[in-house]
């Protein structure tokens, strides 16, 4: 029994040491890139964004008022109006216009800030706010960073039409994937679990996603070796090849990859629109401190 109770207390001490570092994380983030004269906000579904809420209350900046908070979801929007804050549905928007910022969490982010998002089952209204905001800023702990994608976090989400659930994972099998599961509820009788479009979640295994760099390194080192040009043979990908095959299937409606361009890079080439990844990310550590990763212009990313 003494055993079960210093485990207990170790493991509240771990969580309470990974909400502290929530917490630190969110609040840089919201020092260093919100705006109290934006008028629309981004709010994601990440269990980081409760934290950039409260950092966001705690400015007691009057014109916050003056805010729309765009969610990803129902329960990011029951956060917003739990603050008493202003929030606005994602088809309300005004025509061509752009969020100021988003804020966000991730399931795990890579060396170039790619990221895995929808473990909370919301990826489809998460990249309509990224893909809609001028700039998307990430916010996790410490353990969400790491140098390639399925280092840790062993899973891409991935939202389907429910009829076409069979033909999906027939497909997923073709592109390598090592395992594939639908979701369910937090309790078995309930059946997979429905997002708020009323679609399902398959949770696909593959091996962890090599970078540009890595197709690059391993070509002019190993021209012949097999698998190395990040197509998927030998079931090994380049993230943003295996998001494009993913999101080519049919019934699937949106893909828990976030690769590609951030806001910044596509509003350089004179686009109306956002981009999937972060312009920078915030990471708690469990020191206390903070570090920030920001995006370069090439797609790379480093600290400073």
């Not at 210093?6 to 969110?26: G, H, L, N, P, Y």
């Not at 069979?166 to 994937?177: K, N, S």
């Amino acid at each position: 029994m003494s055993t079960t109770i210093a485990r207990t207390a170790e493991d509240q001490a771990a969580s309470s040491a990974i909400e502290s570092a929530k917490r630190a994380a969110a609040q840089r983030a919201v020092k260093d890139h919100f705006d109290p004269t934006a008028r629309y906000v981004g709010i994601g579904s990440g269990s980081t964004i409760v934290y950039v809420v409260e950092a966001i209350q705690a400015l007691s900046d009057p014109r916050i008022q003056n805010i729309s908070f765009v969610p990803t979801g129902y329960q990011s929007r029951q956060v917003i109006l739990k603050a008493g804050l202003k929030d606005l549905k994602f088809d309300s928007l005004p025509e061509n216009t752009l969020i100021d910022v988003a804020f966000d969490g991730a399931d795990e982010i890579d060396d170039d800030l790619n990221c895995i998002k929808g473990g909370g089952a919301c990826l489809y209204q998460e990249k309509l706010v990224a893909t809609q905001a001028k700039k998307f800023i990430c916010v996790a702990d410490h353990r969400k960073l790491q140098p390639r994608l399925l280092t840790f976090w062993k899973y891409i989400p991935i939202e389907v039409e429910p009829l076409a659930t069979h033909t999906v994972f027939a497909r997923l099998e073709e592109l390598g994937a090592t395992s594939t599961v639908l979701r369910e509820g937090h309790m078995m009788k309930a059946g997979p679990i429905k997002t708020d479009q009323d679609n399902f979640i398959i949770d696909a295994c593959f091996k962890p996603l090599l970078l540009p760099i890595d197709v690059e390194k391993s070509l002019s080192l190993h021209p012949s070796q097999k698998g190395m040009d990040g197509r998927g043979e030998d079931g090994v990908w380049e993230v943003k090849e295996l998001a494009r095959e993913i999101k080519a299937i049919e019934g699937v409606l949106s893909v828990g990859l976030f690769v590609g361009e951030n806001g910044l890079q596509s509003l350089k080439r004179g686009t109306r629109r956002g981009g999937q990844k972060p312009v920078a990310a915030y990471f708690g550590m469990d020191d206390g401190s903070v570090r920030v990763r920001h995006a370069n212009e090439d797609g790379t990313a480093d600290e400073r």
